[in-house]
């Protein structure tokens, strides 16, 4: 079946610090890769999303690319701000199913 | 578009009572959802429904009951609320591959 594994938070950095959120999944056939955001007291929302092997995906200043070879999706942003201090969720889609699978959430705490 | 909201925000219950959490979405998505979110535990599916008149267990149904009347509309029932059903709930739709998730419903049964 699909599963989705991310690295375990809390992620702590300062202001202005480089970030990368592993990623890895297993899937059948060739799935979707999203990365949704949770700021506290919300819902989860679409950051950015990539549909086929070697697709970067960019929203806000994040970027992730679909890397077919190492089954991996891992979220990056060069400088980060007190303001991206959220729970941060990879997900995948596959093929026609109804049923996203999500990663657990990795908790990002930027202190200024 | 109001996207996907949801009633009450919070909510109290005691053991043995029941509830029902209200979704409902204005974007005519067909595919809606809903997942019970816990410490350490991330997403975890309850029940979802293709369209009006049809829906299906996820992964932890047991204690809920849902219902499909309306594109618009997926209400999920608490039977016999336990403690064990404290948690934060989110219904969400979905448009081709994206989800839309609404704000959540924080319950707690004492």
């Known amino acids: 079946g699909n599963s989705v594994t991310q690295m375990e938070g809390p992620v702590t950095l300062s202001e202005e610090a480089f970030l990368t959120i592993n990623c890895t999944y297993t899937?059948?056939?060739?799935?979707?890769l999203f990365w949704y955001v949770q700021y506290p007291g919300e819902g989860l929302q679409l950051l950015l999303k990539?549909?086929?092997?070697?697709d970067k995906g960019s929203n806000k200043g994040f970027e992730a690319t679909y890397r077919k070879e190492t089954t991996s999706f891992h979220l990056e942003k060069g400088s980060v701000q007190v303001s991206d201090s959220a729970v941060y969720f990879c997900?995948?889609?596959?093929?026609?199913?109804?049923?996203?699978?999500f990663g657990r959430g990795t908790s990002l705490i930027v202190h200024p | 578009n109001a996207g996907v909201t949801q009633t009450p925000k919070f909510q109290v219950l005691k053991t043995g009572q029941s509830m029902t959490l209200q979704c409902a979405q204005d974007m005519n998505h067909e595919y809606m959802s809903w997942y019970r979110q816990d410490p350490g535990m991330g997403l975890r599916l309850i029940h979802y429904?293709?369209?009006?008149?049809?829906?299906d267990q996820g992964e932890v149904p047991n204690g809920y009951n849902v219902s499909r009347s309306t594109t618009e509309d997926f209400p999920l029932r608490l039977l016999s609320a336990a403690p064990s059903q404290t948690s934060v709930y989110f219904c969400a739709s979905r448009r081709g591959n994206e989800q839309f998730f609404g704000p959540g419903t924080r319950l707690t049964v004492l």
């Open positions: 429904s293709v369209g009006a008149g049809i829906t």
């Open positions: 990539a549909t086929k092997a070697d």
């Open positions: 899937a059948t056939g060739y799935p979707s």
């Open positions: 997900a995948l889609s596959s093929g026609g199913s109804y049923i996203p699978t």
